[in-house]
């Protein structure tokens, strides 16, 4: 579904990734784990088209979208949640899922039923459901972060990208966000996550890579990753 075959890529003259590796199959959940700075979110930016990776390719579908702008990534089926709280603050709830599904509206994603969606992503995030027509500049942090979720899976896509969607969320709401995972990962999407909670991340994953400066140092089924001594110590808060 998607491959990314010996991607280099960085910020002007600085070299983040190295020549990196990974490969998602279609309904799979993959995790991307690392200390803060190995590159996962620049990683993330790279395959959808926020940052012009150098060298190496990005395949989804069999198509080579490799360095395509971000538009154009999204309609060819690639929804990136960002690390943040990247949601348009002067428009509502509602308004920044329907925008979520505009490669839809004018032909360049298969329609679909959009109302029946958004009504399916309001249940999945009953949160924003309660809050579907306030500002959304006006939604706490975690509210937003729950939002640009939604808002990705609004596109309908083949692929989604979740850059640490549990970030600065209370205890409660993480776990709200580890269950939609799962919920989408039973509906069949795909699935490439970033989580700082690196231990929840590889429960709920099929497979991980390990990104330590910039190169994969270690990948395997999520389950051997768990007990793989070094992964432990320097990921799990093993001793
Ligand atoms: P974290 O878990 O802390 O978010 P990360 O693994 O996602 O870390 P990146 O955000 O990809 O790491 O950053 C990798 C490296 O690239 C870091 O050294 C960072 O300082 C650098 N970097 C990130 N964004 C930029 C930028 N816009 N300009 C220059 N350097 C950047």
């Not at 505009?102 to 360049?108: D, E, I, L, N």
Request: aromatic share 6%.
């Amino acid at each position: 579904m998607l491959t990314i075959s010996n991607l280099y890529a960085g910020y002007g003259k600085v070299e983040v990734l190295h020549g990196i590796s990974l490969d998602i199959p279609k309904g799979r959940l993959v995790t991307l784990i690392g200390s803060n700075g190995a590159g996962k979110t620049t990683t993330m930016r790279a395959i959808s088209g926020m940052l012009k990776p150098s060298s190496g390719s990005v395949r989804l579908n069999d198509q080579d979208i490799t360095g395509f702008d971000a538009h154009r990534i999204a309609r060819a089926g690639l929804a990136h949640s960002p690390e943040g709280r990247r949601v348009f603050a002067s428009m509502t709830v509602t308004d920044n899922l329907l925008l979520g599904a505009f490669p839809r509206y004018v032909g360049a994603r298969p329609k679909g039923d959009i109302k029946l969606d958004l009504e399916k992503a309001l249940e999945l995030f009953p949160r924003l459901k309660e809050r579907r027509s306030q500002l959304a500049g006006t939604l706490s942090g975690g509210e937003q972060q729950m939002l640009a979720m939604a808002r990705a899976v609004m596109l309908n896509p083949d692929v989604i990208l979740l850059d640490e969607p549990s970030m600065g969320l209370a205890p409660i709401l993480v776990e709200e966000v580890f269950r939609i995972i799962t919920r989408l990962k039973s509906e069949g999407v795909t699935m490439l996550l970033v989580e700082q909670f690196a231990a929840a991340a590889l429960n709920v994953a099929d497979y991980g890579y390990v990104l330590e400066n910039g190169s994969i140092s270690v990948h395997g089924p999520a389950a051997s990753l768990k007990t793989d001594p070094k992964v432990v110590a320097a990921y799990l808060g093993g001793a």
